[in-house]
């Protein structure tokens, strides 16, 4: 399957303004069409890409660019404009018109993989505009030190800069691809094996996804997992809320208000950086070292996780919507999650399945009574007299989980990894 990896780069601080100065100068190409085509203007791939010679004559510095990034260019809007027709042919009711690119970010520079043939020990050469026949080159080709060993046969590479001005190469490679017979492979220097757990055919693990404990499990053979989120977003939330309000109250632009924000910056991105890394060893847990094959969780687009702004709401009301709301889209990380599982899934063999949760939470797994379960009950006591459980909220759920994918009608295979998001098909 493709993969992609992800290497940090070191450049010249001539090089690095060669990179500045092309993606502005790609993001320039794509804001001017974005704006043309918000002013109605039809888009037709084809008749972009021919219009680029008139662009370049309007701006000579486009030559400086490499063609094929500039190329580039129009694939993207291109996507941009299909997911936006896409999006309105189902009837969406906000369906989203592709947005100019802001000057703060870095235009992502995709290079098609057959221009990159100068790969020498961790040296990728990355081309610039002009030469030969096209005319003075404006940058000499920008040469780039890999921090780490490249895949042996990628198809492209994506440069990108984070927040805090680190260059990267995205090398996105098929793991089939990879140590195939190539006589010039040094021995020494074959990618160490990852260690093979065993794996149950017939074992099902159903987890419960949840904000308190990022993944709550349940197998075939009556064993529960608790899986731990991260756990440092309060702490960090305050860090960053007090770096925040001091830079804030320092004059725009001054010495002290530019260190804050570098400050926050490497903050946030140390914070972002720790959650990414607990998503990514949660998943890799579930798909990797876990027996069991089948591996079930919720339908999240079903769950209610936001908080709605009531009309007369109290003070402490919208606090607590707040608090919670930023915990959903900026601290949870759950969405992001489930998309590791999936290709985590595929990739070690692993079944992935996704089903209907509703009740989930509010259904006794033992008696199917259901009742009221507002956020603070985290266990779950059964109001049916004649059962009486009393179990962990996320346990009783993952219960749920793992009987209604029992029950459900087979074949089971339908829902592999692949077609999540289709049970019709
Ligand atoms: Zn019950």
């Known amino acids: 399957m493709l993969l ?13 303004e060669a990179l500045e100065f092309m993606q502005a100068k790609c993001r320039g190409l794509y804001n001017w069409w974005v704006m043309r085509l918000r002013n109605g203007e039809r ?14 004559a309007y701006d000579p510095e486009l030559r400086c660019v490499y063609g094929k990034l500039l190329a580039e260019v129009y694939f993207r809007l291109d996507k941009a404009m299909q997911a936006f027709f896409k999006r309105l042919a189902e009837g969406e009711k906000k369906p989203g018109f592709p947005r100019v690119k802001p000057r703060h970010q870095f235009f992502t ?26 005319g003075p080159k404006g940058y000499p080709n920008i040469v780039a030190h890999l921090t780490e060993d490249p895949p042996e046969h990628f198809h492209e590479v994506a440069v990108s800069r984070d927040a805090r001005g680190n260059y990267y190469c995205s ?5 089939t691809e990879q140590g195939k017979a190539d006589p010039e492979s040094k021995p020494g220097k074959q990618r160490k094996k990852q260690k093979q757990y065993p794996i149950r055919e017939d074992g099902i693990v159903a987890f419960d996804l949840g904000i308190k404990t990022l993944a709550t499990g349940f197998n075939d053979q009556g064993r529960f997992y608790h899986i731990g989120g991260f756990k440092g977003y309060r702490w960090y939330n305050k860090q960053l809320d007090k770096i925040r309000s001091k830079r804030d109250r320092c004059k725009k632009k001054s010495r002290r208000y530019i260190h804050l924000s570098k400050v926050y910056k490497r903050v946030s991105e140390r914070k972002r950086r720790k959650q990414q890394d607990c998503l990514h060893k949660a998943s890799h847990l579930i798909a990797h070292r876990l027996a069991e094959r089948a591996v079930v969780i919720g339908d999240l687009s079903q769950r209610q996780m936001v908080i709605k702004k ?29 998309q590791m599982l999936e290709y985590k899934c595929l990739r070690f063999g692993k079944e992935l399945s996704i089903i ?70």
């Open 171 to 175: 090398f996105v490679y098929d793991d």
């Open 4 to 16: 992609c990896k992800k290497i940090k780069i070191e450049v010249s601080d001539w090089d690095a």
């Open 109 to 134: 520079l995709c290079y098609p993989a057959m221009y990159l043939d100068k790969i020498v020990g961790n040296t990728i050469v990355l081309p610039t505009g002009g030469g030969r026949k096209w």
């Open 43 to 56: 888009w037709n791939l084809e008749r972009a890409k021919k219009s680029l010679q008139e662009s370049k």
């Open 356 to 425: 209907d949760e509703r009740d989930t939470t509010k259904m006794c797994h033992a008696c199917k009574h259901k009742q009221d379960m507002p956020l603070w009950k985290r266990t779950y006591r059964c109001e049916n007299e004649n059962c009486g459980l009393v179990m962990d909220r996320d346990e009783n759920s993952a219960v749920n989980i793992y009987q209604r994918f029992l029950a459900r009608p087979g074949p089971h295979t339908l829902y592999e990894c692949g077609v999540l998001h289709d049970p019709d098909a």
């Open 310 to 338: 009531q009309g007369n709401e109290t003070p402490k009301e919208r606090n607590k919507r707040h608090i919670r709301n930023r915990m959903v889209y900026n601290d949870w990380g759950v969405y992001g999650f489930v």
